[in-house]
C-alpha cells in the first residue's frame, strides 16, 4: 500500500514546464485523448442525404470541465480535421465554423477550471469506409484490409448492417492529395489555436493515416513517400513542419506508438523506422511541446500476455521507451498505456517519463486527480458506454460522480 503522504508528495504532484516552458502544469496526471462520439449531427440526416458532419454540444462542454482541474492538462478526443479523414459517427471535426464554436464553449469550459487543453487532430487514412464519409477511402497505397471478415465497427448510415473493410479498398494517395491533406491539418491547427486550444497534438499512433505511412505492411509506395524507412517518415515529418509554421512548434506535440498493432498495423523495421522519424523530429523541431508516447505491451485489442508474444517474436522481448526517451532528452516525455492507482507510484521518480496519459479510469472517475492524490479507491468502467451514439449520450459519459458525490448520494 502506498500511503496518503507519499502519494501527495510523489512527483506525480510535481510541477512540469511544457510548451517551451510557457505552460506550467501543477500536476502529471493527464487526460488521454479519447474518443466518446457524443458530438451533435449538423444536419437532419435521411438516406438520401446522410449526415456526415457533427459538431460539440453542451454534453461535451461538460464532460471536459468535470476532468478539468487547476494546473492539468486534458487532450480532447480524436478530432478530424476534414470530413474525408472522419472514421465514425458522432464525432466533432474542426473544419467548419460551427464547430470551432462548439469547441470554443469546451476550451472556455476548461479554462475556466484553471485547466489546460490541447487539441488532437486525427485523420483515420483506411480505417473507415466510404458511405460514412462520402468521399474516396485515402491511404499511402491500394493496400486493402488484411483481414476478410474484419468489420467496419459501425453500420453505413441508415443502415443496420455492419460492412467488411476488405470490400471498400482504399485509394493511394497521390502526391497532390498529400499536400493538400497537410493542408487540412494546418488549417484545422490554425481554427484550434484560435478557438482558444492551448496547443495541438497530433495523432501519429493507433494505424491511422500517418502510421500507416509509417507501416511497411500499409505502405508499398516507391516515390519520396514510401521504400525505406527514412522515406516512410517523410509524410509525418511534412506534416510536422507544416504544423510547427502554422502554430508555432511550442504548441505542437505528437503521439506515437512505435510498437503498436491496432488497424492491422504489422510493420517491419520499428526501431529503424520510429527510430529515424523521432531523430528528425527532435533535430528539426527541439522545441515541441511535449511528446506522447503508447506502452510496448499496451494494446487496445490484445492482454499484455497476448502482445508480449508478439514482441518476443520480433527479438524485442525486453524493449522499453528508453531508446526514444533517450532521442528527445529533455522534451517533456508523456507515457500512456494501463496506468493507474497502483502502478503509478515511483516511476516518475526514475526519470524515465515525464507525465502519465489516463484514459479508462479518467472515462469513470472524474475526479481522477484528487483520487489518486488521497488514496481513494477508482470507481469502474463501464466498457459498453465507451462509444456512442447512444439513446442517452451522457449515460457513461457525464454521468459518474465523484468520490464525495457519490458518498453523498
Known amino acids: 500500500m502506498v500511503s496518503v503522504n507519499s502519494r501527495s508528495?510523489?512527483?506525480?504532484?510535481?510541477?512540469?514546464?511544457?510548451a517551451n516552458g510557457k505552460i506550467t502544469l501543477k500536476h502529471r496526471v493527464v487526460l488521454a485523448p479519447l474518443t466518446r462520439n457524443r458530438g451533435t449531427p449538423?444536419?437532419?440526416?435521411?438516406?438520401?442525404?446522410?449526415?456526415?458532419?457533427w459538431v460539440p454540444n453542451d454534453l461535451m462542454t461538460e464532460y471536459y470541465a468535470q476532468r478539468a482541474t487547476?494546473?492539468?492538462?486534458?487532450?480532447?478526443?480524436?478530432i478530424p480535421p476534414s470530413l474525408e479523414g472522419n472514421g465514425m459517427p458522432g464525432v466533432p471535426g474542426l473544419f467548419i465554423p460551427q464547430q470551432a464554436e462548439g469547441w470554443r464553449k469546451v476550451v472556455d469550459a476548461v479554462h475556466a477550471k484553471g485547466a489546460y487543453i490541447y487539441a488532437q487532430l486525427w485523420h483515420s487514412g483506411r480505417a473507415n469506409i466510404p458511405q460514412l464519409t462520402g468521399t474516396p477511402i485515402l491511404c499511402p497505397s491500394s493496400t486493402p484490409w488484411d483481414d476478410p471478415d474484419d468489420e467496419f465497427a459501425?453500420?453505413?448510415?441508415?443502415s443496420n448492417t455492419r460492412v467488411k473493410l476488405a470490400d471498400y479498398p482504399p485509394s493511394e494517395m497521390t502526391v497532390s492529395q498529400i499536400k493538400s491533406t497537410i493542408q487540412d491539418f494546418c488549417r484545422a491547427a490554425k481554427m484550434a489555436v484560435d478557438a482558444g486550444f492551448d496547443g495541438v497534438e497530433l495523432h501519429g499512433a493507433n494505424g491511422y493515416l500517418p502510421e500507416q505511412f509509417l507501416s511497411s505492411n500499409i505502405n508499398h509506395r516507391t516515390d519520396e513517400y514510401g521504400g525505406t524507412p527514412e522515406k516512410r517518415c517523410k509524410f509525418v515529418l511534412e506534416l510536422m513542419s507544416e504544423l510547427a509554421k502554422s502554430v508555432g512548434e511550442e504548441n505542437l506535440s505528437i503521439r506515437l506508438s512505435p510498437f503498436g498493432l491496432f488497424n492491422q498495423v504489422r510493420s517491419a523495421q520499428r526501431l529503424e523506422t520510429w527510430g529515424h522519424l523521432c531523430r528528425e523530429l527532435k533535430s528539426s523541431h527541439p522545441k515541441l511541446s511535449y511528446v506522447s508516447f503508447i506502452e510496448p505491451r499496451f494494446e487496445q485489442i490484445l492482454s499484455a500476455t497476448e502482445k508480449q508474444k508478439f514482441l518476443d517474436s520480433w527479438g524485442m522481448s525486453d524493449i522499453d521507451l528508453s531508446p526514444f526517451r533517450e532521442i528527445f532528452g529533455d522534451t517533456p516525455f508523456?507515457?500512456?498505456g494501463g496506468w493507474n492507482d497502483t502502478n503509478s507510484w515511483g516511476v516518475l521518480e526514475k526519470g524515465d517519463y515525464d507525465a502519465f496519459v489516463y484514459g479508462r479510469y479518467f472515462i469513470s472517475n472524474p475526479d481522477l486527480v484528487e483520487r489518486l492524490r488521497r488514496g481513494l479507491p477508482l470507481a469502474r468502467y463501464d466498457r459498453s458506454t465507451f462509444y456512442g451514439?447512444?439513446?442517452d449520450n451522457s449515460v457513461g459519459y457525464t454521468d459518474y460522480p465523484t468520490y464525495e458525490g457519490n458518498i453523498a448520494s
Open 389 to 391: 451514439p447512444l439513446e
Open 334 to 336: 508523456i507515457s500512456g
Open 9 to 18: 508528495e510523489s512527483k506525480l504532484f510535481q510541477p512540469l514546464d511544457i
Open 154 to 158: 459501425y453500420p453505413p448510415p441508415h
Open 42 to 53: 449538423f444536419t437532419h440526416s435521411t438516406p438520401e442525404k446522410p449526415n456526415r458532419i
Open 70 to 78: 487547476d494546473g492539468g492538462l486534458l487532450i480532447t478526443e480524436a
